[in-house]
């Protein structure tokens, strides 16, 4: 019943009725406005190029002030994001702009993995709004929202095309965030050049699907405008704070033996074109096209994986209890299944770690067998040697026993022989006539 009366009441017509005076409700745009510049705005720029190709100068000439930024070297093993939040004023209007730079990008050997960082970045940024969203007490106005709302793309200015992993950095960001392609330090490219390289870089991001963003051009205030520089895409950028005199006025220019460009002149560069989209015309749609798209497209995705959904006209209404009851059984169960795959797992550690230690015991058991063998085998033999060295000393006393008992005799001989030749000796010479009788013999 309460369906059918809701049926009626949306095909009611509506009437349109005449005021008899001013109620003064005309003001709520003028509240709104009042409103909007009291509690400020967030824009989220985020540059991604490879190092040293001007990331960091354009946003300086950009905002026309001069951001603090750590110089980034050719030597990281990865990309890295690096975010900075600057608080700016403009007239009345407070604006929280965060720069987020890509440190790193391209310098790798291997760059298939270069564009994961930035991918997990920006879905971290869209978790963390959608965490503030879900909570029961959410404050949505006061949390700085850091979703990216653009992404100024920096091409090289090779003069051929574009290279394989712009290709597929864009591809992959897509359907993730706004993205405006630049083509950077346009000045080091001709003219004619410039316009084939334009044109090569189109052609190839509509072959290959990347989606860039387009100027709105529904809006008839800005249809003219955003549909004459939807033509003009990418940019060709050239960024400087260096002032140089030209006739009697000072311009932000690059010098050169040759002569200067211009960065505000737009016959020598789109820098202008860039800011006027970017800043002046088109903001406030890329943050809307950020919350509206590809927020939505991420929460979607991210609501359905959690177990909501939406009820078609044809299907029954559904609760949120019961789908909160049906998602809670659906994990329990699935936490179930894993604590035991995890039971089993574990089981499983242990029989193996078990069967390794045995293994590692017996091994440990031969080893000392083995340890134990040898011991003996050199035990025995170190007894059979000191067996040895003792009957060798015991035959080594023996012979010098021996030895010692002939010297003492043949010291004793020694001592008797000599007095027993002196005696013969004397005897001999007291004999005169045979000593002359064995002469006169001589002499015959």
Not at 145 to 168: E, M, N, Q, W
Not at 254 to 272: A, I, K, M, T
Request: aromatic share 8%; proline share 2%.
């Amino acid at each position: 019943m309460a369906a059918d009366d809701g049926d009626v009441f949306a095909h009611e017509e509506k009437r349109n009725l005449e005021l008899g005076g001013h109620v003064g409700f005309d003001s709520l745009p003028d509240q709104l406005v009042s409103k909007s510049v009291a509690q400020g705005f967030c824009f989220n720029i985020l540059c991604v190029g490879e190092t040293g190709i001007g990331k960091s100068t354009l946003m300086n000439t950009l905002f026309n002030t001069t951001f603090e930024n750590e110089e980034a070297s050719h030597y990281q093993r990865e990309v890295q994001l690096r975010p900075q939040t600057y608080d700016l004023q403009e007239s009345n209007v407070n604006l929280k702009l965060t720069i987020v730079h890509t440190v790193g990008f391209g310098d790798q050997i291997n760059k298939a993995e270069s564009h994961k960082p930035i991918l997990e970045y920006i879905d971290s940024q869209f978790e963390r709004y959608l965490e503030e969203e879900l909570k029961i007490k959410r404050s949505l106005f006061n949390c700085h929202d850091t979703r990216i709302h653009i992404c100024l793309y920096f091409i090289a200015p090779t003069g051929h095309s574009l290279k394989s992993l712009d290709l597929v950095t864009m591809k992959k960001l897509d359907s993730k965030v706004n993205i405006i392609p630049v083509i950077a330090k346009a000045d080091t490219v001709s003219k004619s050049e410039l316009d084939k390289l334009k044109i090569k870089i189109m052609s190839e991001l509509v072959s290959n699907g990347v989606q860039i963003y387009q100027f709105p051009t529904e809006d008839e205030a800005v249809a003219e405008i955003n549909t004459s520089m939807n033509t003009h895409l990418p940019f060709a950028v050239v960024g400087s704070l260096e002032e140089v005199k030209v006739g009697n006025k000072m311009v932000k220019a690059r010098l050169y033996p040759w002569g200067s460009v211009q960065v505000e002149n737009e016959n020598h560069c789109d820098f202008v074109k860039l800011r006027e989209m970017l800043l002046r015309v088109n903001m406030e749609d890329l943050r809307e096209q950020t919350h509206a798209r590809h927020y939505e497209l991420y929460r979607r995705c991210k609501l359905e994986e959690m177990g909501f959904k939406d009820t078609d006209p044809d299907s029954q209404s559904f609760s949120l209890q019961d789908t909160y009851e049906a998602k809670r059984k659906e994990f329990l169960v699935d936490l179930q299944h894993k604590e035991e795959e995890m039971r089993q797992m574990f089981v499983s550690k242990v029989k193996e770690t078990e069967a390794e230690l045995k293994e590692k015991e017996k091994e440990l058991h031969e080893r000392f067998e083995q340890l134990k063998r040898m011991h003996q085998e050199e035990k025995k033999n170190l007894e059979e040697k000191r067996r040895e060295l003792e009957e060798e000393m015991n035959a080594f006393n023996r012979r010098k026993v021996a030895a010692e008992t002939l010297m003492g005799q043949a010291l004793q001989g020694c001592s008797q022989t000599p007095f027993k030749k002196d005696k013969d000796k004397k005897n001999f010479f007291s004999l005169p006539s045979a000593c002359s009788l064995t002469s006169g013999r001589n002499m015959n």
